[in-house]
């Protein structure tokens, strides 16, 4: 059926709005309206499409996903050459290049533009009449891959132009890059090593890796984004300088990195440069260096190209984050579950600013992965603020004298025997009263996320346990304060500080209580999950591995671990000791108690047999879920009743777990 003109009309105000909300939300980081309000526009203009399906057209914030896995890239040439950026990696060559740029023009004045060299996939995005229709890779330069549908799903890549402010050209050409946050980026190799799959070597990698997937869902489910820096081909439009140009473009709704200046010297280069790398540690996304652009259009045609990169271009890098050096023995650290860690001890070296002596060699595989003896040269890599770690080894350097670690057959601590569980590739120290062990539960104990007890560090622990005078956490409420204040560097002060904070952890949340207890992968999330589902440390205590796979979000493994951490004797000692000091072992009154969904998001589709679907989305969000009406990479589950709509096929795209209503009703403690 055709539309009538107020649908039609009705249905571009929606799409303008769902458009407009967007760009605050992925490009302002700014936004104006809540989820739910958000989620409504779309359900209203996703319904309004499904009523009159000739309005759909590809630029609607409906279509983002949904293409279909295509089996290799088409290529794109680009209208206008994508070429690449001379490096400098000095003062000196700045200002020679700088020499270069002001003799080449001689006498004129000439502005420079700043802005931060983010480390990402490079990529071109055509828009011809405001409307998004083809995305590509950099390639070499003049051809690159056509993977349109795949930067569709990129939300801070508008699918269409915003022209609240400004014209939008009939064509514009942008160029940006496609970056992933680095907290995005640990978190997507965790998964990535959960799941058996190689991770990523760094965040550059995983944008480049997760825009050329060949199907769109999986660049979907990736939190990608886009920070535009230039402009290819653009018709009816021209600027006077490369900042004005970017002004503009954050007018169409495109992301421009904000971190930007336009200056007149060297020395103000130099400030910006050292601004970007005092705060490289701490900015979100990876960047490598400084952008420095001839900031006038005129001057920089006057300078023209060199040999494949352009003269009023240069990129000044930051120092390298790898640095090479001899590994001159590996040490083995025990953790508080027991487990053997191999660490690399090195010879110092400077990387990016500071000394590194250690680094992580992860585990016995990742030392056979790399094929890392002692002796050998090794790169070590600093990215963020993660521990280092070796990369790779220069073979070439061996001299035969080099000889692979061993994995030790006894405790480095306790000196008590190690044992590989099957089919894991860690050995574990099993005297549960390891030294090692027990301290490591200890500060996992007082951690500020689990009993919060301040003061209690490692320095104290160590003291305590070496000592005699605690064996597990629960000792920590016997102790006195004339006994602590006896201790080395404590006085009567600071030990009256520490009984005060122990005093103050018996009354911890329960989901903190059960995160302390550290039993394995249980994390904060899954002690909350469990501090909802059971109203007390008994119940959960007792339950089946039957029962715990049966809450939500419990996996097998797990169940198995917390069946077993109860069933451990030492275990029901410590839980003894925690009840007689007046720990907190029960849920706590009120609505937090319930909050199981907390974090999760809902999708409803078809009809349900026992309730309505707002019923059903009140019951989520009694819960502390949310329900929403369109699935998304953001949707954790859907619940597929009679007779699903698309919604379903997008999930199951999207590879999002779908339950039916008994499941559900399972899951909120219906049945
Ligand atoms: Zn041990």
Request: proline fraction near 5%.
């Amino acid at each position: 059926m055709s539309a009538p003109a107020d649908i039609r009309k009705k249905v571009e105000k929606l799409r303008e709005k769902v458009n407009y909300h967007n760009y605050r939300y992925y490009v302002l980081d700014n936004p104006e309206v809540t989820d739910a309000e958000y989620d409504r526009l779309m359900r209203e203009l996703e319904s309004l499409e499904r009523e009159y399906p000739d309005l759909v057209t590809p630029d609607s914030p409906t279509q983002r996903v949904g293409a279909q896995p295509v089996e290799a890239f088409g290529t794109v040439r680009h209208a206008v050459p994508m070429l690449s950026i001379q490096n400098a990696l000095s003062e000196d060559e700045v200002r020679e290049w700088i020499g270069r740029v002001e003799r080449g023009l001689s006498g004129e004045k000439v502005r420079y533009s700043l802005e931060p060299k983010l480390d990402g996939l490079a990529v071109e995005l055509v828009y011809e009449g405001g409307v998004l229709t083809v995305g590509s890779t950099r390639g070499d330069g003049h051809t690159g891959e056509n993977i349109t549908e795949n930067l569709r799903t990129v939300k801070s890549i508008p699918l269409r132009l915003l022209g609240r402010k400004v014209k939008v050209p009939s064509l514009i050409e942008v160029r940006g890059e496609v970056v992933i946050k680095r907290d995005d980026f640990e978190r997507l190799n965790e998964e990535r090593r959960k799941a058996g799959e190689e991770p990523f070597a760094n965040p550059r990698n995983a944008a480049a890796g997760s825009c050329r997937q060949l199907n769109p869902a999986i660049t979907a489910s990736r939190p990608l984004t886009i920070f535009i820096y230039g402009i290819g081909r653009v018709e009816g439009l021209s600027f006077e300088t490369h900042s004005e140009a970017l002004d503009y473009l954050t007018e169409l709704g495109l992301k421009v990195v904000d971190k930007r200046r336009v200056v007149d010297t060297c020395e103000e280069i130099f400030d910006f440069y050292g601004e970007l790398l005092e705060a490289r540690e701490t900015f979100p996304y990876e960047m490598d260096g400084l952008v420095i652009k001839v900031n006038s259009f005129v001057l920089q045609k006057r300078l023209g190209v060199r040999s494949r990169s352009p003269r009023y271009i240069l990129a000044y890098k930051f120092p390298a984050h790898e640095g090479t050096t001899k590994l001159e023995d590996v040490v083995w650290q025990v953790g508080r579950t027991g487990a053997l860690t191999p660490v690399a001890v090195l010879k110092p070296v400077g990387i990016g600013g500071v000394t590194v002596s250690r680094a992580s060699l992860h585990n016995q595989d990742e030392i056979r992965r790399l094929d890392a003896r002692i002796g050998d040269t090794v790169v070590v890599q600093r990215a963020g603020d993660v521990i280092p770690k070796v990369v790779r080894v220069v073979a070439s350097k061996r001299t035969g004298g080099e000889k692979a670690p061993q994995v030790p057959e006894k405790c480095p601590v306790c000196n008590s025997g190690v044992i590989f569980t099957e089919g894991e590739v860690v050995p574990r120290c099993q005297n549960i009263a390891c030294p090692a062990q027990v301290k490591g539960n200890i500060i996992h104990f007082a951690q500020r996320t689990a009993l919060d007890i301040d003061g209690l560090g490692e320095k104290l622990v160590d003291q305590l346990v070496d000592n005699g005078m605690i064996r597990d956490p629960g000792d920590l409420y016997s102790l006195k304060e004339e006994e602590v204040a006896a201790l080395e560097r404590m006085g009567r002060k600071s030990a009256e500080n520490l009984i005060n904070a122990i005093d103050k952890s018996r009354s911890a949340p329960f989901a903190r209580v059960i995160y302390g207890l550290g039993i394995r992968h249980v994390g904060e999330h899954v002690a909350r999950v469990l501090a909802g589902h059971f109203s007390n440390i008994d119940q959960l205590a007792s339950a089946s591995v039957d029962e715990l796979v049966g809450i939500p979000e419990i996996g097998p493994i797990v169940a198995d671990s917390i069946y077993g951490y109860f069933r451990e004797d030492h275990n029901r000692r410590f839980l003894g000791k925690l009840r007689d000091a007046g720990v907190r072992l029960e849920a706590e009154e009120g609505p937090q108690k319930k909050r199981i969904f907390e974090g999760l998001t809902f999708v409803f589709t078809g009809g349900l047999d026992t309730m309505t679907r707002d019923e059903a989305g009140e019951m989520v969000e009694s819960l502390g879920g949310r329900a929403s009406g369109s699935v998304s990479a953001r949707t954790d589950y859907v619940v597929a009743g009679k007779d699903p709509g698309s919604k379903l096929d997008k999930a199951k795209k999207l590879g999002i777990e779908i339950i039916d209503e008994e499941k559900f009703r399972r899951m909120c403690n219906l049945d």
